[in-house]
């Protein structure tokens, strides 16, 4: 994983090998992140996700947030997520966007900004 440095509490994933795809390789993103860098937030591409983390009923966006919520580590996802026709998904988007800790957004600049000011 490489990661950039975007302010002194805020970076991004650069480069990754594979998606994540299970809660203990969330739990690695952190703990690389936190080492690599010192921040507790995190800029996420929406590809370095699976796609099982779009399909809620898989349960993986839920294990797989709650690792940053209980590390105190706020991420932002970005990327396009408007192909996504699920409801549920579609309303999972939007709560986590009214909280302080997970957003979704379209452009990076949006993600450091959501991050540096909630």
């Known amino acids: ?16 090998e594979s998606p994540v795809s299970s809660p203990s390789e969330g739990m690695e ?6 080492y690599e860098t ?17 399909r809620l009923s898989t349960g993986l966006a839920g294990e797989v947030l709650q ?3 209980n590390y105190g ?3 932002a996802i970005v990327g396009d997520f408007s192909h996504y026709t699920s409801k549920p998904l579609q309303d999972f988007i939007r709560e986590s966007n009214r909280g302080k800790t997970v957003f979704f957004v379209s452009e990076e600049g949006e993600a450091v900004k959501r991050l540096s000011n909630e």
């Open 1 to 16: 994983m490489t990661f950039e440095k975007i302010t002194t509490s805020v970076t991004a994933l650069r480069a990754w």
């Open 29 to 34: 993103l952190i703990a690389s992140a936190r």
């Open 38 to 54: 010192g921040c507790d937030a995190l800029i996420l591409p929406k590809e370095a996700l699976s796609e099982d983390f779009f």
């Open 67 to 69: 690792k940053f919520v």
């Open 73 to 75: 580590m706020k991420l």
